[in-house]
């Protein structure tokens, strides 16, 4: 599979601006609450340990972002290989309850547009094709 190219610096600063691995814990567990209960993403997270998938989350995300060296989980590709097939509006309502989600938590617009346009970055490993 190709590499997916990540744009190194900006996203290490992303990480510092929102406050370190302690304000993502809590951005996360706000975000898999929300897609886990939202009306168009929630059955995916049927019967998920959320919590524990937030948890993964911020592993890899720390690893994409430069901000640690070590991710033990699954990429992004093989993660939903079992999960019925995420659809572009699948993927598009992830984006918008993420950026909803930075704005609760009072992160800046460009941050918001720099951590959307890193997820963008894995819509073809995940959206079903
Ligand atoms: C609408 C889009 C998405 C949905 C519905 C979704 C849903 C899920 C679910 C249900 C799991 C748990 C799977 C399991 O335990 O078997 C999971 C795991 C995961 N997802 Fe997603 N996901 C989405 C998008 C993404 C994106 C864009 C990324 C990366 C940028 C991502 C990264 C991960 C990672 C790292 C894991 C954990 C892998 C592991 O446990 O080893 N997901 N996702």
């Given at each position: ?9 900006a ?24 897609m ?76 918001i547009?720099l951590?959307?346009?890193?997820e963008e970055?894995?819509?073809?490993a995940?959206?079903?094709?």
């Amino acid at each position: 599979m190709k590499a997916i190219k990540l744009s190194g610096p900006a996203l290490g600063a992303l990480f510092s601006s929102i406050g370190g691995e302690a304000s993502l814990d809590q951005i996360l567990a706000r975000f898999y609450q929300k897609m886990s209960t939202d009306v168009l993403l929630g059955f995916f997270f049927d019967g998920c340990d959320v919590l524990a998938i937030a948890r993964m989350q911020k592993s890899f995300l720390m690893r994409a972002w430069g901000v640690s060296q070590s991710y033990a989980g699954k990429s992004p590709a093989d993660a939903h290989a079992k999960l019925p097939p995420i659809l572009k509006g699948h993927f598009d309502r992830r984006l918008v309850l993420l950026a909803e989600t930075l704005r609760e938590f009072k992160v800046g617009e460009n941050e918001i547009a720099l951590w959307v346009s890193f997820e963008e970055k894995f819509r073809a490993a995940v959206e079903h094709s």
